[in-house]
């Protein structure tokens, strides 16, 4: 079955990867970006024991984890609108995409209010891309002492959007960039910050990004195919 190779195939270059960085291939995990696509689609690659699946949108997100398995952990790697997020307060493993103190602190509200923790990273617009959203690099440090001081947040790491590249090398030196960032900002032992995560690396580019130190990858189109937004 085409998913099924699709999978193969990506993890086969996953162990690549790893194989020629050194590193191991449990200290990365592959999520499987399935937004837009079917729920049936969903059940396949969990059959094949992924566990992780990426969204970007609230509401497609909600409806997916009303009729999926319960041990799915589900990532929101999309633009997160304020009014949206006590909708999945409590139901995501990890919000991908915080990358401002007013977003933070409605988390922080949601998520006093329900008595959870939600583990966050912060986006940084390594590119400093007008198209994307993430704060700039040399912004992440104040954001992150301020995020800090959030009881009910966790800041496991930071996520990256790399540009679309046509040759994957191109994204090397940003994806060096934002691992050092991660670097720079553990040594400041802030409370309540870890720095585990380093979220970087898409169907176009995330060998390169595991070579550079990738603990999560997001692949949509390279397990599920092209997406049609015009359905
Ligand atoms: C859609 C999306 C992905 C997956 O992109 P592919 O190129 O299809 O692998 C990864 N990360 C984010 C934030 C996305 O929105």
């Known amino acids: 079955m085409e998913l099924i190779d699709n999978l193969k195939n990506v993890e086969e270059n996953i162990a690549k990867a790893c194989e020629k960085a050194g590193r191991n291939r449990d200290e990365i995990t592959l999520i499987a970006v399935s937004k837009t696509k079917p729920v049936e689609m969903l059940q396949t690659i969990y059959d094949q024991n992924i566990r ?28 997160l609108q304020t009014n949206k ?27 006093a209010k329900k008595d959870v ?5 912060v986006e940084v617009n390594i590119a400093e891309e007008e198209s994307k959203f993430g704060i700039r690099k040399e912004e992440t440090m104040e954001l992150i002492r301020q ?4 009881p009910h947040l966790h800041i496991e ?5 790399a540009p679309f590249v046509e040759n994957p090398e191109d994204n090397r030196e940003y994806f060096r960039q934002i691992r050092q960032l991660s670097v720079d900002i553990k040594a400041q ?16 580019d995330y060998m390169v990004a595991i070579e550079e130190g ?17 359905i």
């Open 52 to 79: 992780d699946f990426g969204e970007n949108k609230v509401q497609e997100m909600c409806d997916k984890i009303e009729v999926l398995p319960d041990d799915i952990r589900w990532h929101m790697i999309g633009h």
């Open 85 to 111: 997020v006590k909708y999945i307060v409590g139901k995501t493993a990890l919000i991908h995409s915080v990358d401002s103190l007013h977003l933070a602190k409605e988390i922080e509200k949601q998520a």
């Open 157 to 161: 790491g930071l996520m990256t959007i």
């Open 147 to 150: 995020i800090a001081e959030l």
């Open 189 to 204: 032992n802030i409370d309540n910050v870890s720095m585990d995560i380093l979220s970087m690396g898409m169907t176009g």
């Open 117 to 121: 923790t939600v583990s966050i990273l």
């Open 214 to 230: 990738a603990t999560m990858v997001r692949v949509g189109t390279g397990i599920f195919g092209e997406r049609n937004y015009n």
